[in-house]
Structures are given as structure tokens and as C-alpha cells.
């Protein structure tokens, strides 16, 4: 199973991955830790993101997408896609490299939490860029970037929706059914 996450920064993602990863024994990929294992262990891809990194820039869809590339032909059976795609772009070129070798995306589940909720968690989580001016501009570029690719996914036919309130275990079953 090829699955990939899609919803605002604390609709619950990160938390399911663990769950969805377990329940199916698909490999989860952090583009996050993936970029970090690449600069630690000093590949090509990790040497030219540090650069990148260093100057305080953002590193390129085509870095993400080669160290997406490298990751999924390196492991045996489904993954798990948190953190990416993050717009039309980079949706339409991971559905093209996933083309190429043969690792089309079976479900894109969309967690559907209501923005007041999602900005109680972010606070109440203590981190020191959670405030609430941050959660602000991370909503806004959410909502011009992301949320495009509710649409774009669904018109493919691969959105299941899971409404993404309530206990973690409840959430879990609801997207659990929604696969099945």
C-alpha cells in the first residue's frame, strides 16, 4: 500500500503515520528525516541540501524528489508520504517519478480538523514556533498550497477523507475503514 498524508500542521498526521505504519507494515517517509539522514551520511543529494540548508534557503523539489526516489526503491513493500507533496507542483512530479518505477500512490487520506482545533493543539503542544502568529502564516500558506491538492487528488479518484477529531484510537479506526 502507497499511501500519502494530507491535511494542515496539527490535523494529526505525524501521529496516525505511527499507527498507519504498524497497522500495514509500510515503511514511513519523513522528507524531514530523510534530509537529515542524507547530510549525515554525507551523499551527493545530503552535500548539495547542506549547502542549500546552510544559506538558509529551501531545498529543491528536485532534491526531495531524488531522495524520495532513492528511499522507495530501497524498500520492500508500501510507504507512507508525510511532508510531501506540499503543492501542485510537487504533486505532479512525485505522480510522475512514482510513474517511472512502477509505485503509483493507492490513497491520499486528507485529515479534516477545523482550523480552531488544530490551533488549540499547536499551542497546547509547547513548542517554541507555535505561536499564535505563526500558526497563522503556516494556516495561510496551507491554504494557498496545500489545499489545492484536495482537489487535484480527488479528482484522481485516491482522497478518503477521515475527519480527524477525537481520540487518537477512534481516528485510527476511521481511517482503518476508510482503506479497507
Not at 496516525?16 to 500495514?24: F, G, M, S
Amino acid at each position: 500500500m502507497r499511501i500519502v498524508l494530507l491535511g494542515a500542521p496539527g490535523s494529526g498526521k505525524g501521529t496516525q503515520a505511527t499507527n498507519l505504519v504498524e497497522k500495514y507494515g509500510i515503511t514511513h517517509l519523513s522528507t524531514g528525516d530523510m534530509l537529515r539522514a542524507e547530510v549525515s551520511a554525507g551523499t551527493a543529494l545530503g552535500v548539495e541540501a547542506k549547502k542549500i540548508m546552510d544559506a538558509g534557503q529551501l531545498v529543491s523539489d528536485d532534491i526531495v524528489l531524488g531522495m524520495i526516489k532513492n528511499n522507495i526503491e530501497s524498500i520492500e513493500g508500501g510507504f507512507l508520504l508525510d511532508g510531501f507533496p506540499r503543492n501542485l507542483n510537487q504533486a505532479e512530479a512525485l505522480d510522475e517519478l512514482l510513474a517511472q518505477i512502477g509505485e503509483p500512490i493507492d490513497k491520499v487520506i486528507f485529515f479534516d480538523v477545523p482550523f480552531d482545533i488544530i490551533k488549540e493543539r499547536l499551542m497546547s503542544r509547547g513548542r517554541s514556533d507555535d505561536t499564535e502568529e505563526t500558526i497563522e502564516k503556516r494556516r495561510k500558506v496551507y491554504e494557498s498550497e496545500t489545499a489545492p491538492l484536495i482537489n487535484y487528488y480527488t479528482k484522481q479518484g485516491k482522497l478518503v477523507t477521515v475527519e480527524g477529531v477525537g481520540e487518537v484510537n477512534e481516528i485510527s479506526q476511521r481511517i482503518f475503514k476508510a482503506l479497507s
